[in-house]
């Protein structure tokens, strides 16, 4: 077959996948928050990555996926090129409690999608005597150590729902601000939305891929499935390999070589993002700072 580039524009991006995805609940409430991670860039300087993220909730199931990935939910259409700050920062599309009892992660990593599976395990919070206001919320302080980092977070009464931003939660109020104790994770919430949104579960996508005879042919792209320690611990050997700043795809096959093409299309910014079969190629990597470290 021979080698095929492929250079798409973002709106033709919009029409190249089709995905399943069932709405396990109506969340009527939405928080925003800003994560931030201090890192280093391949030079070894030290910088600051940052995206967005939404929390969703109904029936005690929690969601908390990337900002771009909400927008895109709303208005329809697949943008996996705005999907390049969440796979730069490894960071997945977290359901807590869901199914019951369970915590189930989808996240992007070349070549493909994983979906993860571990039991729900909420912090074991000690309440601290710290008070802060927070995006002009009155809120009370906490610590405990989950899956071996230590986090400080403030929570506030005056929304009484016990979630927060990516596995946090488990404390008698919303969480407004949740920090690692290097300071190299912040988590901040910038604001709350009251709307009717469906809680979307995708189960696998649909993409369309060129078939090297000049058209295009469907393509099933399920998720890989791993227990949550066995993906940690993928991602440990891989992204912490020295090699992954310089070549951030050594560990598998050329995208080219294995595929046969690359997608080529522009984030919302402007900036150029390669992707194949949807997931995305990450450019400019930066040294991984796992969430937890078991």
């Known amino acids: 077959m021979q080698k095929l580039l492929l250079t798409l524009m973002t709106f033709a991006l919009s029409l190249a996948a089709q995905a399943q995805r069932d709405t396990i609940g109506v969340s009527n409430f939405t928080a925003i928050y800003r994560y931030e991670c201090r890192t280093k860039d391949a030079d070894g300087q030290t910088v600051?990555?940052?995206?967005?993220?939404?929390?969703?909730?109904?029936?005690?199931?929690?969601?908390?996926?990337?900002?771009?990935?909400?927008?895109?939910?709303?208005?329809?259409?697949?943008?996996?090129?705005?999907?390049?700050?969440?796979?730069?920062?490894?960071m997945g599309t977290i359901f807590t409690n869901y199914p019951e009892g369970r915590i189930t992660a989808q996240e992007?990593?070349?070549?493909?999608?994983?979906?993860?599976?571990?039991?729900?395990?909420?912090?074991?919070?000690?309440?601290?005597?710290?008070?802060?206001?927070?995006?002009?919320?009155?809120?009370?302080?906490?610590t405990a150590n989950y899956h071996g980092l230590t986090w400080n977070v403030c929570y506030t009464e005056e929304v009484p729902l016990s979630i927060g931003p990516w596995k946090l939660g488990g404390?008698?109020?919303?969480?407004?601000?949740?920090?690692?104790?290097?300071?190299?994770?912040?988590?901040?919430?910038?604001?709350l939305l009251q709307e009717d949104v469906p809680i979307?579960?995708?189960?696998?996508?649909?993409?369309?891929?060129?078939?090297?005879?000049?058209?295009?042919?469907?393509q099933r792209v399920d998720y890989q499935q791993k227990t949550a320690s066995a993906f940690l611990a993928y991602k440990k050997k891989v992204l912490g390999?020295?090699?992954?700043?310089?070549?951030?795809?050594?560990?598998?096959?050329?995208?080219?070589?294995?595929f046969g093409y690359v997608e080529h299309s522009f984030n919302s910014a402007g900036d150029e993002v390669h992707s194949v079969?949807?997931?995305?190629?990450?450019?400019?990597?930066?040294?991984?700072?796992?969430?937890?470290?078991?």
């Open 48 to 90: 600051t990555d940052s995206m967005y993220l939404v929390v969703q909730t109904s029936g005690g199931i929690t969601k908390c996926f990337p900002y771009e990935e909400y927008e895109r939910q709303k208005k329809g259409g697949t943008r996996i090129a705005d999907g390049y700050l969440a796979a730069q920062l490894h």
């Open 200 to 218: 979307v579960f995708t189960k696998y996508v649909t993409w369309f891929v060129p078939d090297g005879k000049g058209k295009f042919a469907s």
């Open 277 to 294: 079969a949807g997931v995305v190629l990450i450019s400019k990597p930066h040294q991984y700072q796992p969430l937890e470290m078991k």
């Open 108 to 142: 992007m990593l070349y070549p493909y999608r994983y979906q993860t599976d571990e039991p729900l395990e909420k912090p074991k919070w000690e309440l601290t005597d710290g008070q802060d206001s927070i995006s002009g919320y009155a809120c009370q302080s906490a």
């Open 171 to 191: 404390l008698p109020g919303l969480i407004t601000r949740a920090i690692d104790a290097q300071g190299i994770h912040t988590f901040t919430l910038c604001g």
């Open 241 to 258: 390999n020295r090699r992954y700043l310089q070549d951030p795809t050594y560990y598998a096959p050329d995208p080219m070589t294995a």
